[in-house]
């Protein structure tokens, strides 16, 4: 085969190229790095890889200290609006009293007849607790848990709320401006564990509650069986303000005070016997005129409870007024009332009772209260001693 000029000339130059690169192939071979340079340059690069890993663990490290601390201010500000939330409070009473009872005797005193603190907490937008110690004069001498219960809602934001625990269950009005209880509340105060479920729209509040209580039908199980409803309303003005309710419980006998009076009964019970009650509350500029009643909705056994030789159908009443003003730049209050129950004697309970008290501010949160209560007792046809008897008390209150 014959190759013509300029395939001749085409090959040449290939050639001749390809001879021209074998110097600089020969070259970068020479270049090769020898065993002691890459020894070299493998530990110059543990070097750098050393020291990168020595900066990504200083990272981290200040990494992790920066999150402790975080965590230690984010627990610091929870300790911290959790003890803001915390409200802390109480109350000590001192009292000095002297008094005839029914059958002619006379008893004086001297006692603290009142501790009680309280702890309030809001722990969040819609869940709050309330926990109460008391310590009373009763003549045990024992500090109790008065109250302690939590309440899920607010209604600020919801009308719906649920509350869980022991308290006093919305049966009766006992706000006074007198030294003593009404004769209300010692009919009527029912302390349990409870459940209660509640919705509040437009000043009015609807509650209902459940409990297992401290009374027993004979033969009954040790179940929840009690319950009650109450309803309330409640107003302010500019002027004055009204409040109104009344309240239903399906059994009376849970009271404090015909639970006590029941005494082996309570356990034994033959039926249930329920109770109604209705309190109001009205006050105009410095006045205010409180009133309530409550009763059984039938009587009692015989055998349980009696008046007059037959059961009892136990009630109470009371009607208060009270006069709020300034003395000197101190606030002073005067009230007066008037009480009564009727087939209420085996509960140790006076047919009628009087009074007056005056309270003065005479410093900040602390307040002297001077009560008299002029008390008389069933007629001696209805079982009592048709006497009269009283109570002169002066008390020193502190709170905080």
């Known amino acids: 085969m014959v190759l013509t000029s300029m395939a001749l000339v085409r090959r040449t130059a290939v050639v001749g190229a390809m001879l021209a690169t074998l110097p600089f192939q020969v070259q970068a071979a020479d270049r090769s790095p020898t065993a002691a340079q890459l020894l070299s340059m493998i530990q110059t690069q543990q070097k750098q890889l050393d020291a990168l890993k020595a900066e990504l663990l200083k990272a981290k490290g200040q990494a992790d200290a920066a999150s402790a601390i975080a965590e230690k201010a984010k627990q610091a500000s929870s300790a911290a609006n959790l003890i803001n939330s915390v409200k802390i409070g109480g109350a000590i009473e001192v009292e000095a009293t002297h008094g005839e ?43 109790t848990l008065d109250d302690a219960f939590v309440t899920l809602g607010n209604t600020e934001k919801y009308p719906f709320y649920l509350q869980a625990g022991r308290w006093a269950v919305p049966f009766g009005g006992f706000d006074t401006d007198m030294g003593s209880d009404p004769l209300t509340l010692d009919l009527g105060e029912t302390k349990e564990s409870s459940v209660l479920v509640g919705v509040a729209v437009n000043n009015i509040t609807f509650e209902g509650y459940i409990y297992n209580g401290d009374t027993q039908k004979a033969g009954g199980d040790d179940e929840i069986d009690q319950m009650g409803i109450a309803v309330s309303y409640g107003v ?12 239903y419980i399906h059994n009376i006998a849970d009271t404090n005070g015909l639970t006590d009076g029941l005494g082996a009964a309570a356990s034994t019970l033959d039926r249930y016997v329920g109770g109604v009650e209705g309190h109001v509350a009205v006050g105009y500029q410095n006045m205010t005129i409180r009133g309530g009643y409550m009763t ?7 055998g349980e409870l009696a008046f007059n030789g037959v059961g009892a159908e136990p009630k109470a009443w009371n009607l208060e007024t009270a006069y709020a003003s300034d003395l000197n730049g101190s606030d ?60 002169a008390t002066l008390k020193l209150a502190v709170e905080f």
Request: aromatic fraction near 8%.
């Open 296 to 302: 059984a909705t039938k009587a009692f056994r015989a």
């Open 101 to 143: 009872d029914f059958a002619g005797a006379d008893t004086s005193d001297f006692a603290l007849a009142t501790t009680a603190l309280y702890f309030d907490a809001n722990l969040a937008d819609l869940v709050s607790t309330h926990v109460q110690i008391l310590y009373e004069d009763d003549g045990n001498e024992t500090i």
């Open 236 to 247: 302010e003005t500019t002027d004055g303000s009204v409040e109104l309710g009344a309240g």
């Open 332 to 391: 002073v209050t005067f009230a007066a009332t008037v009480q009564g129950t009727d087939e209420a004697l085996a509960l140790g309970l006076p047919k009628l009772r009087y009074g007056a008290a005056v309270t003065l501010g005479i410093l900040e949160h602390t307040a002297i209260t001077a009560e008299y209560l002029h008390d008389e007792d069933y007629s001696v046809g209805d079982g009592g001693t048709g006497n009269n008897g009283h109570t």
